[in-house]
C-alpha cells in the first residue's frame, strides 16, 4: 500500500542524521561566487551605506580580501569597479585603460593568489559612463547596440590581458557573446570562460548595487530598452539559447530569488551550468529584516541559498558569501 499509515513522510524527518541522510541538495562554500567592489585610495575601505556590511576597497587591500574567500573555500570573486567621476565619460573609455581599477585590482589578487581563485569580471560600461547606461547612447539617448559591442569586445580583452579567468557580459546587447568569443579565441585566450548574463531583467532590486558603483546619481532614464521584461519568461529562454549558441560556457539569471523560476525553466530546458545573482537588492532586504529583529541572518542565508541550489542553481554570486561560508565549514 502507498497510502497511510504505512507511508509515514515524517519517519525520515525524525532525527538530524535522518534529515541528512535523505536531503536532496547541499550547499558549499564551493558554489558560492563572491562580489566585490574595488576603489580608489591607499588603504581604504569605504562601507556602501545601502548595503549594511558591505565596503570598497582599495587595490592595496582587495587581495586580501580574496585571501579571506580563499580560505573560507570560496571559489571565485566578481569584482566591480567604482570609477571616479573624472574618469568617466560619454564614451566609457575607461574601461579600454589597461591600467584602470578592473585591472589593477585583477593583477593585484591574481599576484597574491595565483589560481587558488578564480576572477570573475563584469563587461558593461555604466562603470564609465557619465550618463550611467551600459552602454553607448545615441543623440535621442537610446542605447546603440552594434557600436557597444565593439567597445565591449575591447573592454573584454583588456580584462583577460590582465588576468581575469571568467568574462561576464552584464550588458544585454544582442550578438556580444559571439564577438567577445570570437576576440578572445582570436587573441589567444582560448580557457578564458564566458559567463554570460544571459537573463537579466530590468529590475528594481538593483539601486544599492548602484549606489556601490557609483552610477545610481549618474542614470539618465532607464535600462527597459535593453534588459528584460520581468513580466517574460519565454524570452529567457530564447536569451539563453542565443548565447549558448554564441559560445558562452554558463549562463546567469539576475535577479536571484524572485525569479527563480527562471533558473529553474533554464536549466530544465539546457541542462548547462546556471548560476543566479542575488543581488544588492535582496541582500539589503535580508540585513533590513535581520536589523528589525525580524528574522535570523544565519537561517536566513543558508534557506535562501538552498532554494537557488533546489531551482538547479551550480552556483549563487552573494554578497554573503563570506559569511555563508564561514557557516558552512564551521
Known amino acids: 500500500m502507498t497510502s497511510y499509515p504505512h507511508v509515514r513522510l515524517r519517519r525520515t524527518r525524525a532525527s538530524a542524521w535522518s534529515r541528512a541522510l535523505h536531503r536532496e541538495v547541499e550547499v558549499t562554500p564551493a558554489d558560492l561566487i563572491w562580489p566585490l567592489f574595488v576603489t580608489e585610495g591607499h588603504d581604504l575601505e569605504a562601507p556602501v551605506t545601502s548595503l549594511p556590511g558591505v565596503s570598497r576597497w582599495s587595490v592595496d587591500r582587495i587581495a586580501a580580501q580574496a585571501k579571506l574567500a580563499v580560505a573560507a573555500g570560496i571559489p571565485a570573486l566578481a569584482l566591480f569597479p567604482n570609477t571616479q567621476p ?11 585603460n589597461p591600467d584602470n581599477l578592473m585591472c589593477r585590482a585583477i593583477r593585484a589578487i591574481k599576484d597574491a593568489c595565483g589560481n587558488d581563485i578564480g576572477v570573475l569580471t ?3 560600461l555604466d562603470p564609465y559612463t557619465s550618463h550611467g547606461q551600459d552602454g553607448l547612447i545615441d543623440e535621442e539617448g537610446y542605447v546603440v547596440n552594434d557600436e557597444t559591442v565593439e567597445v565591449l569586445v575591447g573592454q573584454s580583452l583588456n580584462q583577460a590581458a590582465a588576468g581575469a579567468d571568467i568574462i561576464a557580459p552584464s550588458d544585454m546587447m544582442d550578438g556580444r557573446v559571439a564577438a567577445i568569443r570570437a576576440a578572445l579565441e582570436e587573441a589567444g585566450h582560448i580557457n578564458v570562460q564566458i559567463m554570460s548574463y544571459a537573463a537579466k531583467y530590468a529590475s528594481a532590486f538593483y539601486g544599492p548595487f548602484r549606489d556601490a558603483v557609483g552610477s545610481h546619481g549618474l ?12 513580466a517574460n519568461a519565454e524570452e529567457a529562454l530564447r536569451e539563453v539559447e542565443l548565447d549558448l549558441a554564441e559560445g558562452a560556457d554558463s549562463v546567469m539569471v539576475k535577479p536571484g530569488l524572485p525569479y527563480l523560476d527562471i533558473a529553474y525553466r533554464v536549466k530544465q530546458a539546457f541542462g548547462v551550468p546556471v548560476f543566479a545573482y542575488q543581488v544588492s537588492g535582496e541582500y539589503a532586504m535580508i540585513e533590513a529584516a535581520v536589523a528589525a529583529g525580524a528574522a535570523d ?3 536566513m542565508v543558508l534557506e535562501t541559498l538552498t532554494a ?9 554570486l552573494t554578497y554573503h558569501a563570506l ?8
Not at 86 to 96: I, M, Q, T, W
Not at 224 to 230: A, E, G, S, W
Request: glycine share 14%; aromatic share 4%; proline share 2%.
Open 122 to 124: 563584469d563587461v558593461a
Open 308 to 316: 537557488f541550489k533546489r531551482a538547479g542553481c551550480s552556483g549563487v
Open 219 to 230: 542614470l539618465k532614464g532607464d535600462k527597459k530598452t535593453y534588459q528584460m521584461d520581468p
Open 297 to 299: 541572518r544565519d537561517k
Open 323 to 330: 559569511h555563508a561560508a564561514r557557516l558552512l565549514g564551521a
Open 86 to 96: 573624472e574618469r568617466r565619460s560619454h564614451d566609457g573609455g575607461e574601461a579600454l
